[in-house]
């Protein structure tokens, strides 16, 4: 028995050993120390791996589609005209959001913002196991990673994607203050209505800018953030309507237990229905000529088009809204509503192009460039590719002033100088041979004065002019007037023979206006770059450059000129008594085209009519537009001048301060009683007599049809030298009367007198020009 239980011991305690001894290698391979050292491992395992993520990711530059803006073009009122570009948004700077508004978007995202590092781990984590679980896009993440998000990287929802999220976050953090975080965030954000940052929400759902934002709006905005296109109290159904106004309430609860907010004002506030959405302003009809060329001013100032592309400017024009609709309505009343141009292939053909200037401060305040895209991309107030007729013509006239120019027989000319207007005329001088022009409908009134010869825009008299001032020196005036296309300086010029615009041709007029100070027209007044939240001015030149005329010359042209309007070409469509104007029109031989340049003096406008085919731009005539002949510059384009004219100036025209002793707009002196003298013998009457102020016509057009021909019989025995002068051996008779030794100086004469003055027996006729 002994025995047996020992043996029996010895067994059980064998087994109970080798239970013992498995035990013990279970508890060595999972020992707590192992676990924890195990949990410790994987912990040091990813801080090393997030410190060196956190090392090897860096904050990359921007995101290109989230630093785009559009470009935002402004009346002169500041509102807006138009944007330019594919991403409506303008980001403004923190101080144009208002505080209120700052919080509630803060209160409705993220309001431990102000006091987190950037990055709620707990969200950020829930939503990593959630995309992993396939459950789509997830929340969770702090204004500083969405603002990551937007402006840094893509929208894509991967855990790499979260990861480098996680890490720039924190450097963002880091690195700018909460301030330019925020205003990040709240000018990459997407609000629905297709505005990308709060600016553009602002004016899509209130129409107001940014800082002009109340706190209940604001609040309203911030709700958007979670689902703009479900929220958008426009489209939203009633559930959508119901949450979005749920989220409003809990964005302004939290903004009053952050204390941002009191309870008194919160009560206050009330559910600020958006306004319904509008097209956003566009390219369209004017807006898109306008635009164009304040682009392309920018452009030829230094601005990179390729920075503009990326977007970001706010450019406010010059445009005058109330002025701008004007013009359009006068070209529509005057022009286009009188043409057929399914009827009539003239009509179709028919283009019109304006530009009216302050000429004080040489700023295009409307702009008219036809009909628009898709129909007319060609801006016809900028196109420089018709000839401007005889609104050139003044140029000449200025030249000859300002350079004390004389008549090939050595008289000064002024506007009260005699030139022989005869049709054909061949000019005479330098430059000019075997150049004969023709004047319109064959006019050839003989004897004529400067002031009659623009009235009735007598080609003849200019194209002597020209070589009587000197070819060379003409054309370096039109170019500092702003005529600058590259022409010949032959007679032909005196005709308008070279190419220009309305807008060149109203800068020449505003400097007569100007006083003689160069206007070089301009639509744009400010030009801003946003970039990176912040502002800054791109320097734009004056359009007001140095005097290139003389004040006096200036004036005398401007004197010339108010006898066109009064007594000439354009007289039948725009004189007016309401305001004081000065202008002239012009036609081109082949009547492509037709002109009428005008100016009050406050407000400079260039009217060209243009011929240009249909189907390829190619220029053709306007005869027969409108059902009628010939289209001249008295006609369409001074009704048109004249109908705008009348709407822009009101009673607020103003009146010419003029610096001129001779022109239409001086009256003439009196004529002394002239001294008896031996009777002579009568002589013919001349068939014209033109003097310092001129006859009116019975019906002036540019055309000159009914006008008197033939060139008048000098009196006394003399005779005609080569050079056109006309020298005498008597003094003229009649009342006019003579004086031993006399001379005139263009002022008016009685019945049966010489015009220009009389002269002594054996004198020349004064101030009397080839």
Not at 207 to 220: F, I, P, R
Not at 683 to 700: F, I, Q, V, Y
Request: with cysteine; net charge positive.
């Amino acid at each position: 028995m002994g025995r047996a239980n020992a043996r029996r011991a010895r067994q059980g305690g064998a087994r109970r050993g080798g239970k013992n001894e498995k035990k013990s290698g279970i508890r060595r391979l999972f020992t707590w120390k192992k676990i924890l050292g195990a949990v410790l491992g994987v912990c040091l395992l990813g801080i090393l791996g997030f410190v060196g993520l956190y090392l090897y990711v860096g904050v990359p530059a921007g995101n290109p589609d989230a630093q785009r803006q559009s470009n935002i073009f402004k009346y002169a009122d500041g509102s807006i005209m138009a944007r330019d570009g594919k991403v409506n948004r303008e980001s403004v700077p923190i101080s144009k959001i208002p505080k209120d508004v700052q919080h509630a978007a803060v209160a409705a995202e993220n309001k431990t913002f102000y006091q987190d590092a950037g990055v709620d781990l707990k969200g950020t984590l829930r939503g990593i196991l959630k995309t992993l679980a396939g459950e789509g896009k997830q929340g969770g993440s702090t204004i500083t990673q969405q603002y990551v998000k937007n402006y840094y990287l893509s929208q894509e929802q991967t855990v790499s994607r979260k990861l480098q999220e996680i890490v720039i976050a924190l450097k963002v953090d880091n690195k700018l203050s909460k301030d330019d975080i925020l205003a990040g965030y709240l000018n990459t954000s997407y609000y629905g209505r297709g505005a990308y940052g709060i600016q553009a929400a602002a004016r899509a759902y209130y129409g107001v800018d940014s800082d002009k934002l109340t706190l209940a709006q604001g609040a309203y905005l911030a709700s958007l953030l979670q689902a703009p296109n479900q929220y958008d109290w426009t489209n939203a159904s009633d559930a959508g309507k119901k949450r979005v106004q749920e989220r409003w309430a809990y964005a302004l609860n939290n903004m009053v237990e952050m204390k941002w907010l009191s309870p008194d004002e919160r009560a206050k506030q009330k559910f600020p229905v958006p306004k319904p959405p509008k097209p956003l302003p566009g390219q369209t009809g004017q807006n898109y000529y306008i635009v164009e060329e304040a682009k392309q001013e920018l452009f030829a100032q230094g601005v990179d088009p390729k920075e503009f592309a990326a977007g970001g400017w706010t450019v406010t024009l010059s445009i005058d809204k109330s002025k701008q609709k004007d013009l359009e309505e006068a070209v529509k009343r005057k022009l286009t509503d009188e043409l057929e141009p399914k009827k009539r292939t003239a009509d179709a053909a028919a283009q019109l192009g304006a530009a009216s200037v302050n000429p004080k401060d040489g700023h295009i305040v409307a702009m008219y460039g036809g009909e628009g895209p898709p129909k007319h991309y060609v801006n016809n107030a900028t196109r420089q590719d018709y000839q401007p007729a005889s609104t050139f013509k003044p140029a000449i006239l200025a030249s000859a002033l300002e350079n004390g120019s004389e008549t090939q027989s050595g008289v000064r000319i002024t506007p009260n100088t005699l030139y022989d207007g005869t049709n054909k005329r061949p000019v005479r001088g330098p430059g000019g041979e075997g150049y004969a022009p023709e004047n319109e409908d064959q006019y050839s009134p003989g004897l004529i004065n400067v002031q009659t010869a623009t009235n009735k825009s007598v080609n003849t008299v200019f194209a002597q002019m020209a070589v009587d001032v000197g070819l060379e020196k003409v054309k370096k005036t039109a170019n500092e007037l702003g005529v600058t296309s590259n022409f010949p300086a032959k007679p032909a010029m005196a005709l308008g023979s070279m190419g220009a615009s309305p807008v060149q041709m109203a800068g020449m007029y505003a400097t007569f206006d100007n006083h003689g100070q160069k206007v070089t027209p301009s639509l744009v007044v400010k030009a801003v770059h946003n970039t990176d939240g912040t502002d800054k001015d791109f320097p734009v030149k004056d359009p007001l450059g140095d005097h290139v005329l003389s004040r006096k010359t200036a004036d005398t042209v401007t004197s010339v000129l108010t006898g066109v309007v009064n007594d000439g070409t354009a007289s039948s469509a725009v004189k007016n008594t309401a305001y004081q104007a000065a202008g002239k029109t012009g036609t081109s031989d082949d009547n492509k085209s037709a002109w009428f340049v005008g100016y009050t003096p406050k407000l400079v406008t260039a009217v060209g009519m243009f011929g240009e085919s249909p189907n390829g731009g190619k220029q053709v005539t306007l005869k027969g537009a409108g059902g009628g002949g010939r289209v001249n510059g008295g006609g369409y384009p001074a009704k048109v001048w004249a109908d705008y004219t009348q709407a822009a100036v009101g009673d607020d025209a103003g009146e010419f301060d003029l610096d001129a002793d001779m022109g239409a707009a001086v009256s003439p002196p009196s004529t002394p009683t002239p001294t008896p003298s031996a009777p002579a013998t009568p002589t013919p009457t001349p068939s014209h007599t033109p003097s310092g102020t001129p006859t009116p016509s019975t019906s002036p057009s540019d055309g000159h049809s009914g006008r008197p021909t033939g060139r008048p019989t000098p009196t006394g025995s003399g005779s005609t030298p080569p050079d056109g002068g006309t020298t005498g051996t008597g003094g003229g008779t009649g009342t006019g009367g003579t004086g031993t030794g006399g001379t005139g100086n263009g002022g008016a004469t009685g019945t049966g007198g010489n015009t220009g003055g009389s002269s002594a027996t054996g004198g020349n006729l004064p101030n009397f020009g080839n």
